[in-house]
Structures are given as structure tokens and as C-alpha cells.
């Protein structure tokens, strides 16, 4: 039987675009889809008809729709147009444009005056402007821009070859070619930019690595029933959509008969990268890889032994293409459990040492981000700690130069550097710990001064502010400043609120001017942590249409209102992410870099939840 949370099914997915076709003639070529997406019942609400989302436009006259449909009836319930604004790019779109510029005539003879006469070596990358950077001759028109790399052979790594100087502009909606942008030459330098074994020069595997083998005898410790995980006290729901990728609903602890309620729904909901590089080469490259694309178009398939090892379990994933044809990605969920070093130890001289292993529940999906890796990673801990990690691999983006290196980057080969660039990754943290009345409470370390209650200076105090209305806030690890989700209806043993900390970790400065027009679109950026109440629209916090936006439409309009937060249903907005100054040794392909945050039980328990766990053999 359907859950009201389950996925969108591919049998949905071509009832929405039956319903779109009958009702208002969405269909191929003259209509694109840019996401279909199950319309979660309101929290608080008993569950009712199934209903779906469809953001859709016209690519004759460019305007965008958002239908709302009841499946259960089969009926468009709403149709608003939202002239102005650009949906998502998509899948579909980037490989007919890299097809289409590929053959085009005026691409092939820009090619052949830099000696490149065989343009099926060639790959056309395809991004989204933002509404500053559009030319002004193009403005009302569904833009893209192009890269264009070259592969030294078939198979090769084209983002090792950049075709520097060489920028197409193209008409999404007619794939027309509305300009050919020929700059500067710098040269095709002599890299080593190859990772497959097959293209290394002289390539040799170490022979020293023996077998790991990671097994479980008497199988797993969970179960899946559809899309509900149970691991020893944890219980929650996987999801999955076109934007987000992996969403994790309803988490929450089995405490003796009652089911103890922590997280309504977590998610990515944003993604901003961008290049701090001011050149032409990079002036327009800032993606907003999860509003402009969507990460769960960009998920891969996961492979036994490579991506994860041990016993797994694999969830499928059902998307869609532009015509609303369901399309299957294979093993997009990977979930199964890790050894994780120890959970907590302790040596007495008279009864030994009692020690217990710890072991972690893994739910993970993968991201292929045109030439990044995202590697997603939720963990659930027994002693009832969440813990959500991102690694980041893949190759960066690179650029040849004449002279002296540009002072924005860090030389990686012959005559290349790779830009300094910013991995900014939103979390959408729906806490409900021990129910939806939650207080954030900002906590901090002080030193008090040194004086007769302190001679040696030695004190520490925790210093706790409840946050009352709904804004922005600021990482200060020089007070250790961190954030609790407490409930301040319900006590535990020691007569404490309940609650859950967030632990900020991996947060990054934006280092931008108040005036830049990046903060205009990504006002989120200006904090690391943004609290607000839940409001079941205000989902995306730069915007639902962030392709060729100018100005924010998200958190910073949201939070001019100023609505209280205390005793409420509260929505918690962390920003992390990746300050990436290259290293040589990130390149050809970078190994990966890992960052995380947690949300740890801060009095949620009266003890130790995890002293129940058996000794380790």
C-alpha cells in the first residue's frame, strides 16, 4: 500500500503528464517539464488524496506554469503562470545543446581555426546565467552559456583539454546559436589531466593493497519495508525528488512503547557554487547546482564494491524526463551499516575494561555535478546522534595561461590553474523533537573575569539565549557557539528540556561585498544558520526560480516578517560547504574532501542511551 510519503511511482509520473496533456496540451516539442514532484500532505494534516507538483513552460512563448494535480481524482486542481521566471534547467536540455553545438556549423569552423578538426572529441558544457550576467541583446530569452573541452582521444577526459577563450550563447527553448564569444588563445599546454588507467601514461596499480572483506554472517541488523527503515531504536522514511535527491522523513526513536519524534524531514535545499575567479574564462561560473539543475537528476547509480561495501540494501530511484516519461535510476540509495572504531571504553585496575564497538546506519546517494561528485551521507548512531556528511570528488575546472599565472587560482600543471571556488551546501533541518512546540536556544562558552570566584581564570560558564524571532545567525568558534532544538514542554529526569544540538561544522565565510550581486540572489549566504517557522511553501531559500534570477526571493523576504519562534514549529537552515583553494595534488581527479555537521541528543535522554549495547565479541 502507498504511503502519503512515498516517492511519486512511474505510474504517477505518466498520470501527471496524461492529466498536463488533456487538460492544457503540455506536450513535446511545443511544452517541457521541468519537474514533477509528489505534494507532501501539510504537516499536521491527516492524510488525504494523493497529489503531485509540476513546474512546466511554453517554449515558444517561454513562459513558466506550476500545476498542482489530484491523483486520486485524476484532476488539474491549479494552473498559475509565472511569467518572468525560468524553471530548472534540465537533463534533456544539456545533452541536446552539447549535440546540437557539436554539429553546428559556425562551432565547427571556431574549432577548426584552433586546429581542432574532429568535433566529436569535443564536449559542449552547458550552464545557467545569473539575471546580472545575461547580454543585455538576449534578455526575455532562456539562456545558456558553453564551455567547450576537448578530449585528447575517444574516452579521454574532456576537462582536461579546455578549449580556453571559446564561450557559445545559446537559446535553450530553439537550441539556436546566438553567439560565438572568441577571446583569448592561451593554448592547449601539455597536461597530464587523465585518471582511467586505460589514458595514464605508464600507468602501473600498486600491488601491495591485500583483501578487505567486510561481512555479515546472519545478515543485517535493519529492515526496509518499502520506504521505512527500522535500526534498533531508529525509525523514519526515505524519499527522493527531482530537486533534493535523498530526503529523510518522520525520523524519530523508539523509546520503550513510545515513538519519540525528532525530525519531520531533512534535506539538502540548496547548493551555490561559486567561482571566485573575475576573468572572462569564469566571470558568469556560479551554479546553483540544486535550483538550477536538481541533484536528483544528477544521481548515479551506486555499484557493490566500489561505492558501498558489506551487505547493502538498495533503493531505487523513479524521475522523469521533459516529456514526463518516468525514467529509473538503479541503486540511487544505498543503506547498510558500518563498524565505526568505539562507542565508549573505560579501564578500571579491579574489574578491566569494559568496551563497546560502535556502529553506524548509513543512508547514502552519489551526484555526478558535470564534472564534480557529490557523495551524500546520512548516519544514524546508537547512542542518537545524526550525523550528515558530504565528500566532494570528481576534477576541477582548470584554464590555461600565457605569462604570469592570474593571482585567483593555484597552478596545477604546465601552463594551468585551477580558480579558488566555494561549495556552499543548505541543509532544510524540520525539527520536531519530542513534538512540534521546539525553542532554539543559541548556547556559547565565557570565560568569566579572573577575581575572587575565579583566581585562577580558570572558569567556563555556558551562557544560553533563546532565539525569538525567526532571522539569521553566525558560527563564533571562538565561544564554541552552537544551537539546541529544545522542547520546552517536555522534561527529562534531571528536569531539563528535552533536546537536540546542532553541532556546526565545515561552516565557510562568504567572503563577498554587500553590494555583490551573488548575495542580491543567495541572501542565505550571509548567515550560517537562518531559524524560521514552518510554513509548508517556504521551501527553497534562495527561491523556487533561481535560473537567471537577480534578486532573492527566499529567506531574506521571509524573515523581513519577523514572526516569532519560540514554542513553535520551527525550520532550521544550516549553511556548510567547502572552501577550495586547489591543491596539485587535487588534480586530475581529486580525492575526496569530506565535511560534515551533527545533530547530537543534548538531554533528549536521562543517561547514556547506548549502554545497552552488547559487548563486542
Sequence with gaps: MTHPLDPLSADEFRQVAALLRREKGVERPGWRIAGIELREPVKGAAPGHREARAVVWDTAGGTAHVA???????????????????????????????????????????????????????????????????????????????????????????????????????????????????????????????????????????????????????????????????????????????????????????????????????????????????????????????????????????????????????????????????????????????DNGILWKHVDGQAGAQVRRMRRMVVSTHVTVANYEYLVYWRLYEDGSIECEVRATGIMVTTPFTGEAPPYGVVVDRDTYAPIHQHFIVARLDMDVDGPTNTVVQTQTEAPPMGPDNPDGLALVQRSTPVTVEGGLDVDWA?????????????????????????????????????????????????????????????????????????DEGLPVWTAAGRPVTEADVVLWYVFGIHHVPRVEDWPVMPADTVSFWLKPTGFFDANPALDVAPSH
Design 68 to 338: 498542482l494535480l489530484d491523483l486520486t481524482t485524476d484532476a488539474l486542481t491549479d494552473w498559475e503562470a509565472r511569467p518572468g521566471q525560468q524553471p530548472n534547467a534540465t537533463v534533456d536540455e544539456w545533452h541536446e545543446c552539447d549535440e546540437a553545438m557539436r554539429a553546428h556549423p559556425d562551432v565547427v569552423a571556431a574549432l577548426a581555426e584552433r586546429g581542432i578538426t574532429d568535433p566529436s572529441l569535443t564536449l559542449i558544457d552547458v550552464w545557467t546565467y545569473g539575471g546580472h550576467r545575461i547580454p543585455d541583446a538576449h534578455r526575455g530569452r532562456r539562456l545558456g552559456w558553453c564551455d567547450v573541452w576537448l578530449r585528447a582521444a575517444p574516452g579521454a577526459n574532456p576537462y582536461a583539454h579546455p578549449v580556453a577563450g571559446l564561450k557559445l550563447v545559446v537559446d535553450l527553448n530553439t537550441m539556436e546559436l546566438l553567439e560565438v564569444q572568441d577571446t583569448a588563445r592561451p593554448g592547449f599546454p601539455e597536461v597530464q589531466g587523465e585518471y582511467d588507467p586505460a589514458h595514464v601514461p605508464g600507468y602501473a596499480a600498486r600491488t601491495d593493497r591485500r583483501p578487505l572483506e567486510i561481512t555479515q554472517p546472519e545478515g543485517v541488523s535493519f529492515t526496509l519495508d518499502g520506504h521505512a527503515l527500522s535500526w534498533q531504536s531508529w525509525r523514519l522514511r526515505i524519499g527522493f525528488t527531482h530537486r533534493e535527491g535523498l530526503v529523510l522523513h518522520e525520523v524519530g526513536w523508539q523509546d520503550g512503547d513510545e515513538l519519540r519524534p525528532i525530525a519531520h524531514r531533512l534535506s539538502f535545499a540548496e547548493m551555490v557554487v561559486p567561482y571566485r575567479d573575475p576573468t572572462p574564462q569564469h566571470a558568469d561560473r556560479t551554479a546553483f547546482d540544486i535550483g538550477e539543475w536538481g541533484l536528483g537528476f544528477m544521481t548515479t547509480s551506486l555499484e557493490l564494491g566500489c561505492d558501498c561495501l558489506g551487505e547493502i540494501r538498495y533503493l531505487d530511484a523513479v524521475l522523469h524526463d521533459t516529456a514526463g516519461e518516468p525514467v529509473e535510476i538503479p541503486h540511487a540509495i544505498c543503506l547498510h551499516e558500518e
Design 479 to 551: 565561544s564554541q557557539r552552537a544551537w539546541k532544538i529544545t522542547n520546552p514542554r517536555r522534561r527529562n529526569a534531571h528536569g531539563a528540556p528535552t533536546a537536540y544540538k546542532l553541532v556546526p561544522g565545515a561552516a565557510i565565510p562568504p567572503m563577498l561585498d554587500p553590494a555583490a550581486p551573488l548575495l542580491r540572489r543567495a541572501g542565505v549566504l550571509a548567515h550560517q544558520l537562518w531559524v524560521t517557522p514552518y510554513a509548508p511553501d517556504e521551501r527553497w531559500p534562495s527561491g523556487e526560480f533561481v535560473n537567471q534570477s537577480e534578486v
